[in-house]
């Protein structure tokens, strides 16, 4: 059965520094990869998503996220955190399993960007 | 329409009364999704429709939960007797065709129904 990890329950980084939102994964097949961001009362936001192709996916809001296939990863990246970057993110995953597939979410990582 | 709609977008029951959540996905969507968000925590996987059908039921909680799709369109969450526990969000999600091999479309979530019973 696949399964999503994220690591960290809280990160913390300075305004200005890059941050790195941790996800592991463990699919039977093929992963498709996602990476949504939730702010406070509010529903989940799609920020990026890998399917195939460059290991290197670029997404909203300046992210990025590097699919790593040897230590099954799927890190998200900013090269500089803003404070309204802080927000709830959560890494998820779509397997197959027999003729339909569903989404399976990691825990969530609470992220603060401290000014 | 432009998004996914959900309502009611808050909820105050008292408990042992039915709830009925209802959610409208982006148009031409056949895959419809319900999780449950309780506070601060992650996503819990309640039901899958593929057009009308539900192959995939596993995550409700309980006999008391209950969905229904119609028109492949509109989705209803129904609670019945609803329970304290039962307090949480709950999210509806919808993407376009989803099956073996055309799984890389993405989902995209309503703002959420927020249930508290009383």
């Known amino acids: 059965a696949q399964s999503v990890a994220q690591p960290e329950d809280q990160v913390n980084v300075a305004e200005g520094n890059p941050l790195t939102v941790k996800c592991t994964y463990s699919?039977?097949?093929?992963?498709?990869l996602f990476w949504y961001v939730q702010y406070p009362n509010r529903g989940l936001q799609f920020l990026l998503k890998?399917?195939?192709?460059?290991?290197l996916v670029k997404g909203s809001y300046g992210f990025e996220a590097e699919f790593n296939k040897s230590q099954t990863s799927f890190h998200l990246k900013k090269p500089s955190a803003l404070v309204s970057d802080s927000a709830l993110y959560f890494c998820?995953?779509?397997?197959?399993?027999?003729?339909?597939?569903?989404?399976?979410f990691g825990p969530g990582t609470s992220l603060s960007v401290i000014p | 329409g432009a998004g996914v709609s959900q309502s009611p977008s808050n909820k105050v029951t008292e408990k042992g009364k039915d709830v009925e959540l209802r959610c409208d996905p982006i148009?031409?969507?056949?895959?419809l999704y319900w999780y449950r968000q309780s506070l601060g925590q992650g996503l819990e996987f309640l039901i899958y429709?593929?057009?009308?059908?539900?192959?995939?039921k596993s995550g409700l909680p309980s006999d008391r939960f209950s969905a229904e799709r119609t028109g492949g369109s509109v989705s209803t969450l129904t609670i019945q007797r609803t329970q304290q526990e039962d307090s949480a969000v709950y999210l509806c999600?919808?993407?376009?065709?989803?099956?073996?091999?055309?799984?890389?479309?993405?989902?995209?979530f309503g703002e959420g129904s927020w249930l508290t019973v009383v």
């Open positions: 999600a919808s993407s376009l065709v989803s099956f073996r091999g055309l799984s890389g479309n993405t989902i995209y």
């Open positions: 699919v039977s097949g093929n992963p498709y």
């Open positions: 890998y399917i195939t192709g460059d290991n």
């Open positions: 998820a995953v779509r397997d197959v399993v027999t003729s339909y597939d569903k989404v399976i």
């Open positions: 148009s031409g969507h056949t895959a």
């Open positions: 429709f593929q057009g009308n059908s539900a192959p995939d």
